[in-house]
């Protein structure tokens, strides 16, 4: 499953984010990984959940994005959650050139991930839900 965490640049996103992945790793059995683009927020996070700074694996397109989410999941196998924040920029995809066709490609790609490997993420995205397609719409928990 793949949840979207939506608004524009210092509506609040990465607290709600935090505030989840917080409550969430209390009450499930499995490993929780919260991506971002440094390592600004480490104490914030609960100390079973673990972080990774996307900004030091020069992952430099959406494709290698994907196919580093991947690689996480490869080693872990009891990897149940993974949050992510700044989801356009450590997926490197341009806030100002992003098109709705091509994140819910990106998207879909994600959902086909969790699926097969039963892993559920959360992602926070700076746009308005207004900007998302109809499907983008469906996946939203929290608009600001």
Same mark, same amino acid.
């Given at each position: 499953m793949v949840q979207l965490i939506v608004g524009r640049k210092g509506k609040g996103k990465t607290k709600h984010l935090l505030d989840k992945v917080n409550t969430e790793v209390k009450d499930i059995a499995g490993n929780v990984?919260?991506?971002?683009? $440094?390592?600004k927020h480490m104490f914030e996070l609960n100390n079973r959940i673990r972080l990774i700074n996307v900004s030091d694996y020069m992952v430099a397109n959406s494709d290698e994005f994907i196919g580093f989410i991947c690689g996480i999941i490869s080693q872990d196998h009891d990897l149940q959650q993974m949050y992510f924040? &700044? #989801?356009? %920029?450590?997926?490197?995809?341009? +806030? $100002? !050139? !992003?098109? /709705? +066709? %091509?994140? @819910?490609?990106?998207? @879909? %790609?994600?959902?086909?991930? /969790? /699926?097969? #490997?039963?892993?559920? #993420?959360?992602? $926070?995205? $700076?746009?308005?839900?207004? =900007?998302? &397609? =109809? =499907?983008?719409? /469906?996946k939203v928990i929290v608009s600001l």
């Open positions: 990984v919260y991506l971002d683009k $440094s390592t924040d &700044s #989801f356009l %920029k450590i997926a490197c995809m341009d +806030e $100002s !050139t !992003t098109d /709705s +066709e %091509k994140l @819910g490609a990106v998207i @879909g %790609k994600l959902e086909a991930v /969790s /699926s097969k #490997f039963n892993v559920d #993420f959360v992602l $926070s995205i $700076s746009l308005d839900a207004h =900007e998302l &397609s =109809e =499907e983008l719409k /469906s």
